[in-house]
């Protein structure tokens, strides 16, 4: 290799080892030097490692090409192949066997001199050794010598001659090679098919030739330029690279007429392809005057049958050093790493690291892969400090049917799990909502049920103007204040916020009852104030400081509560308004904010955004005039909207409104199912038609089904038609006869019961109890099952082996015209088939079709025959 650039090659069997190739030839040992100091003499490799010189060999110039021998004995044992042809063996370091001794300093001699340009072992049979030589026109240009040929002196003669006579040394020369091929033809590079120990692929000099030394007179070959580096993949034998310029060509061997693939043509020739010898599939090239290793990354995508594709390409590039690269080499052993030498002979040891391939399952599994390794990243189970991620939330309230109770709707926030406020709010608003539009659809069909659904902010604009203030008296005080008369709209919103029950009692005692047996002690307080009730808002809160886990501290705010007085210059007023922003509960700050208000001024209570909403706006409702109640409304309606507060579809309704309201919860927090059982509980056509809720609901139907909860999905497909009959799906899949092409199921639905019965097309008996064994369209009769013999559309319970009883009790489980065992099922590739029980039954102990002659794995062409819902699989 004098004048060329160096090149660099990993001892096969000793994984510490590697020589460097130029002008001379150097071993190095690499170590590793995480826990000890760079030694004097030792050069740097990378961080972790470095490199020692451990002898040279310059006996051998001239020197074109090197390849190490592949066996382990002898160990340092290399073929230099020379300018003038001749081919050296050499060593690095004293080797003791005197078996192999006689080996060292061997020369096989080609007729004519000319260069060697390639050199391979052979990887089964480690003493042939194949050479490639340059052209000439007598003389072969591809020699195979066994370089122990010197113990078989019968098969292969030998002389000793003397060097020169300069020399006093003789040295062994061999002059007749084992086999001879390429005759009047260059070879540029070679290597050998692993699969037979005579298969020798050859790069001569317009073609790639495969050679069988069993029969050398005729050899497979294919016309190409791309002769040169030719290498097999260790992996894959049948797939072979090579190159031409700054081209790489892909063969397969069993389809040997043009190359499977080629690779990015490169701006400059290529100097090098090698395959990695720890990863399948990677191919490294390196191109001239360049600091960058190309990597392809070739992956087969196999097919259900089993045949493989175009195989698809993954290329990157790495960059080792910032010089340019000489030559580099894989490591036989290390996983995905390498070794590069520069022209000045500076060596790195380099590691390509694999690209981390993420899955994030739909359950929240998280795994990754990183080379041969595969990692899970799980949760610890009694981590309780990270809140829930919503998908988890939405997979734990699907398993709990949670959204389908239509009856008692407000139950869906405890099906929920009872933890969000905002959702208990939504669930009772639209409880109240279907509740009372029921009411007024029984008094007077059509008049107000839509309104209902509207949302107050609706109900309050149909009563502008028509509301008068008046002054009422408080219970147990001798006082009055002014407050709104309650008309019938702003009663329907008393109501909708859930004060008062149906019926035109305004009497809030029952919701006062309930908050106080659910422990809200300063709620129910609170609103007992503000319908002029300081009696019993004072009763409430001595009860709570009575109670297990009430607050002690509530008798004293009752005690505040008793001294109340209208007077505006009181002490007992100014204390109030000073102390009452300390109080820690916003239902005990609010009180005393309405008792020390000015009359018509009650900002302190509709603006504290802790006090829910619904109490706000049944406040505003019992106080606020028209146009007041109106802005108050409208900007509180604003402000839910924007922040996405569940709490405003109480204001808002199923409306457009509620669809923006809706929009900034789901932007905010991702929950697609709580908007899609929502929309769906009364939003009018118009508002069920919207993009938005059309593009939640099909997440929602797609998250279940990667769930694998197909049983959930389909529950939420019957309860969207419930609600929603236009997104009732047409047929979309159906039996169909082979003869007149029309469906089976629909032509029985439409024959009248009356005039032609059942009988007339092979049914007897009643519509549940039916069986239909011809097309009721052409009378032809319907295939028969591939198991039992009998034609589909006889119930499995009738076939032979079954009693009559069992007929009875079988068909009267379940009053429809075909259960699942009788379902029509075939095989789409086989076209056989038969009832899916009796197929069912078959492919759980067979896998081949149950026709004779007919070889169909039919179950295994079925990428989802081996999935079951996870609805079952808790998390």
Not at 303 to 309: K, W, Y
Request: one cysteine or more; charged letters at 20%.
């Amino acid at each position: 290799m004098s004048g060329t650039k160096p090149d660099i090659l990993w001892a096969p069997h000793q994984v510490d080892r590697f020589v460097v190739c130029d002008s001379e030839l150097s071993l190095y040992h690499v170590e590793s030097t995480v826990n000890s100091e760079l030694k004097a003499g030792s050069l740097r490799l990378s961080e972790d490692s470095a490199a020692t010189l451990l002898s040279i060999n310059s006996d051998t110039p001239y020197m074109k090409c090197v390849a190490w021998y592949l066996n382990y004995d002898p160990e340092c044992l290399l073929a230099v192949g020379q300018a003038n042809g001749r081919v050296v063996l050499t060593s690095l370091g004293q080797d003791h066997n005197s078996k192999f001794k006689d080996l060292i300093g061997k020369e096989f001699v080609p007729k004519h001199a000319r260069q060697c340009n390639t050199l391979a072992w052979n990887p089964l049979d480690s003493n042939w050794l194949a050479a490639g030589l340059d052209k000439h026109r007598a003389d072969f240009s591809v020699l195979i010598w066994d370089i122990c040929s010197k113990y078989t002196p019968d098969i292969v003669p030998m002389e000793k001659v003397r060097l020169s006579a300069g020399e006093t040394e003789t040295t062994l020369l061999v002059t007749k090679p084992l086999y001879e091929l390429g005759q009047n033809d260059a070879c540029l590079s070679l290597c050998w098919l692993p699969r037979d120990q005579k298969l020798l692929l050859a790069g001569m000099h317009r073609n790639l030739a495969i050679f069988d030394l069993r029969n050398t007179s005729q050899k497979m070959f294919v016309n190409t330029k791309a002769v040169q580096g030719v290498t097999v993949d260790p992996y894959f034998h049948d797939r072979v690279a090579s190159f031409y310029e700054g081209q790489v060509a892909i063969w397969d061997l069993r389809k040997f007429e043009k190359p499977v693939l080629t690779l990015t043509e490169q701006p400059k020739p290529l100097t090098k392809v090698a395959w990695c010898p720890t990863r399948t599939g990677l191919l490294a090239t390196l191109t001239r005057d360049s600091n960058i290793i190309r990597l392809y990354d070739m992956q087969h995508t196999p097919t259900p049958i089993g045949d493989e594709t175009e195989p698809t390409i993954i290329e990157r590039s790495v960059q080792p050093c910032d010089n340019y690269i000489a030559s580099f080499a894989w490591h036989p052993t290390s996983q995905n790493r390498m070794i590069v030498v520069t022209p000045n002979r500076t060596m790195s040891d380099f590691t390509v690291f694999e690209r981390i391939s993420l899955a994030w399952s739909p359950i929240t599994s998280l795994m990754w892969a990183c080379g041969r390794h595969l990692y899970e990243c799980a949760e610890e189970e009694n981590d309780n400090s990270l809140e829930k991620d919503i998908a988890t939330k939405m997979r734990l309230r699907a398993l709990s049917r949670y959204g389908l109770d239509t009856e008692q709707v407000w139950r869906n926030h405890i099906l929920a799990g009872n933890e969000d406020p905002q959702l208990k709010s939504l669930w009772y608003t639209l409880h109240f909502m279907k509740q009372y539009t029921e009411d007024m659809d029984q008094k007077s069909p059509g008049n107000k049920g839509s309104l209902v659904y509207a949302g107050i902010k609706s109900i309050v604009k149909s009563s502008l103007g028509m509301v008068e203030s008046s002054r009422h008296n408080w219970s147990g005080l001798d006082k009055q204040t002014d407050t709104q008369n309650l008309n019938e709209e702003r009663i329907l919103a008393l109501q909708l916020c859930g004060w008062i029950k149906k019926g035109t009692d305004v009497d809030v005692g029952p919701f006062l009852n309930s908050l106080v047996q659910e422990g809200e002690w300063e709620r129910a307080a609170a609103v007992a104030l503000f319908n002029l009730d300081i009696r019993r808002a004072i009763q409430i809160l001595n009860e709570g400081a009575s109670s297990e886990k009430g607050d002690l501290n509530l008798n004293v705010v009752a005690m505040a509560l008793s001294g109340y007085t209208d007077e505006k210059n009181s002490l007992w007023r100014e204390m109030c308004s000073t102390l009452r922003l300390q109080l820690n509960n916003p239902y005990l700050c609010v009180m005393f904010a309405f008792l020390t208000s000015e009359t018509g001024s009650y900002d302190g209570v509709l603006y504290e955004n802790k006090v829910a909403v619904r109490d706000r706006v049944a406040f505003a409702c019992k106080f606020l005039s028209d146009s007041q109640l109106n802005r108050y409304i409208e900007k509180l309606t604003n402000e839910m909207k924007e922040a996405g507060n569940l709490e405003g579809i109480l204001l808002t309704g199923l409306t457009k409104d509620g669809v923006d309201l809706m929009e900034s919860y789901v932007d905010r927090t991702g929950d697609v199912q709580t908007a899609s059982y929502c929309m769906l509980q009364g939003s009018p056509l118009d508002v069920l038609k919207d993009e938005r809720v059309q593009y939640w609901i099909e997440n929602y139907r797609n998250l279940l089904d990667a769930w694998r909860f197909w049983h959930k999905r389909a529950e939420f497909d019957i309860h969207r038609s419930k609600l929603d009959p236009s997104s009732k799906p047409l047929a979309q899949v159906f039996v169909s006869c082979n003869f007149c092409g029309k469906s089976i199921s629909y032509s029985c639905s439409t024959v009248p019961h009356q005039g032609r019965g059942f009988s007339q097309y092979g049914v007897s008996g009643s519509p549940t109890k039916s069986k239909v064994t011809s097309c009721p369209g052409c009378r032809k009769p319907l295939p028969r099952c591939a198991l039992c013999l009998i034609n589909m559309g006889t119930p499995v319970s009738s076939c032979p082996g079954g009693s009559k009883s069992d007929e009875k009790v079988d068909l009267s489980k379940d009053k429809k015209l075909a259960q699942f065992n009788n379902w029509f099922t075939w095989c789409h590739n086989c076209r056989h088939g038969g009832h899916a029980g009796h197929m069912l039954s078959w492919f759980r102990d067979h896998a081949e079709c149950p026709v004779s002659a007919c070889t169909c794995k039919c179950m295994q062409l079925d990428t989802t025959g081996n999935l079951v819902p996870a609805e079952t699989v808790q998390p």
